[in-house]
C-alpha cells in the first residue's frame, strides 16, 4: 500500500502562487509515477500533471509554463508549483500514484490517491 498526503491549498488571488505538497509512504516508491489531477466542481476529474518513474515529467496545455512537477525523492515527496493562477484553476486538487513504467493520464490508471485539497483563486 501507498499512502498519499496532499497540503498547500488554499484562497490566492489571480496571478498568485502556491505550492501543493505531497508525501508518499508505505511500499518502495522508486518505480512510483506521481501525478496531479484537479476536479472543478460539475466537472469531471483532469489531469494536470505527472512525474513518471523514468523522471520525465508531462502537463497538460492549460497549465503548461505556469505549473511545475518536481519530486524530492530523500522526503519521497512530490510538489506542484502553481505560478500566475487564474480563477479558472479553482479546483480539488489531487495527488495520485501509480507502479509502471508506461504514461498515465486517466484517473482510472491510478491506484493510489490523496484526500485533496482546496485551492481557490480569486479575480
Known amino acids: 500500500q501507498v499512502q498519499l498526503v496532499e497540503s498547500g491549498g488554499g484562497l490566492v488571488q489571480a496571478g498568485g502562487s502556491l505550492r501543493l505538497p505531497c508525501a508518499a509512504s508505505g511500499r518502495t516508491l522508486r518505480f512510483i509515477a506521481m501525478t496531479w489531477f484537479r476536479q472543478a466542481p460539475g466537472k469531471e476529474r483532469e489531469f494536470v500533471a505527472a512525474?513518471?518513474?523514468?523522471?520525465?515529467?508531462y502537463y497538460a496545455d492549460s497549465v503548461k509554463g505556469r505549473f511545475t512537477i518536481s519530486r524530492d525523492n530523500a522526503e519521497n515527496t512530490v510538489y506542484l508549483q502553481m505560478n500566475s493562477l487564474k480563477p479558472e484553476d479553482t479546483a480539488v486538487y489531487y495527488c495520485?500514484?501509480?507502479?509502471?513504467?508506461?504514461?498515465?493520464?486517466?484517473?482510472?490508471?491510478?491506484?493510489?490517491w490523496g484526500q485533496g485539497t482546496q485551492v481557490t483563486v480569486s479575480s
Open positions: 512525474r513518471w518513474s523514468s523522471g520525465n515529467t
Open positions: 495520485a500514484a501509480r507502479y509502471g513504467l508506461t504514461t498515465a493520464f486517466r484517473p482510472n490508471e491510478y491506484a493510489y
